[in-house]
């Protein structure tokens, strides 16, 4: 499976703009890349998802690399809602079905007001 | 959107006794679903993938006799924690994909608390 890697913490402070790294270096050509975060005592949510163009929803941005080895979760202003653990997965559209998610360690964002 | 609810969101109950986890896909079925466990300031572990219809499919080191789950139809599925002891306390969250979308998006529930004493 293509593993992506993440560090382990950051931190921002309120009103500013996060970009949050992801590397996935194997990403294979079926790989959508997929953000979801996990507020305190919450399950995760989905944040926003790519293949190959940058994308924006009401959440968040996302900016690809043009070799897609990386990618970057962008939060235009955090707020302090927006501290959490963030989650940079891949999902192989082919297999999509009954393809199982392996959460790493994620990104935990302290924001501080 | 998608949505997926879990029940109960908090149990406590006794050491010995066994404990039911409903999760349910309330806009969509969903064939597959998915069973994690989170300990306190960790990541979430697949514990197993819950197939409607068939036998769940569990990850190396889960035990299947343990942690049954039940996939009886297309929009709900059951973990029982069977016997529980104190080292089961945890969270436990599912998730399921809504199969009308085509890019894979996971939906998770609220997650369900677990506390044995």
């Known amino acids: 499976d293509a593993k992506t890697t993440q560090p382990n913490s950051m931190e921002s402070n309120e009103e500013e703009p996060v970009h949050l790294p992801c590397n996935h270096s194997?990403?294979?050509?079926?790989?959508?890349i997929h953000w979801y975060r996990q507020l305190p005592s919450q399950g995760p949510e989905y944040v926003i998802h790519g293949l190959t163009s940058n994308v924006n929803n009401r959440m968040a941005s996302l900016a690809i690399a043009e070799d897609r080895k990386s990618s970057t979760l962008i939060l235009h202003r955090a707020t302090l809602r927006d501290a959490a653990v963030y989650y940079c997965?891949?999902?192989?559209?082919?297999?999509?079905?009954?393809?199982?998610?392996?959460f790493g360690p994620g990104t935990s964002l302290s924001v501080i007001p | 959107g998608a949505v997926v609810s879990q029940h109960p969101s908090r149990v406590i109950c006794k050491s010995g006794t066994s404990v039911k986890i409903e999760c349910r896909s309330l806009?969509?079925?969903?064939?597959?679903m998915f069973w994690y466990r989170q300990f306190p300031k960790k990541s979430l572990m697949l514990m197993a993938t819950s197939n409607e219809g068939s036998k769940a499919t569990y990850e190396q080191g889960v035990e299947k006799d343990k942690f049954l789950i039940n996939h009886a139809s297309l929009t709900l599925s059951t973990l029982t924690v069977t016997s529980a002891h104190p080292e089961d306390s945890s969270f436990y969250i599912c998730s399921a994909r809504d199969p009308g979308t085509a890019t894979g998006e996971l939906f998770f529930g609220e997650g369900s608390r677990l506390t044995v004493l």
């Open positions: 806009d969509f079925q969903a064939t597959t």
């Open positions: 997965i891949l999902r192989d559209w082919v297999k999509t079905s009954y393809d199982k998610v392996i």
């Open positions: 194997t990403i294979s050509g079926t790989d959508y």
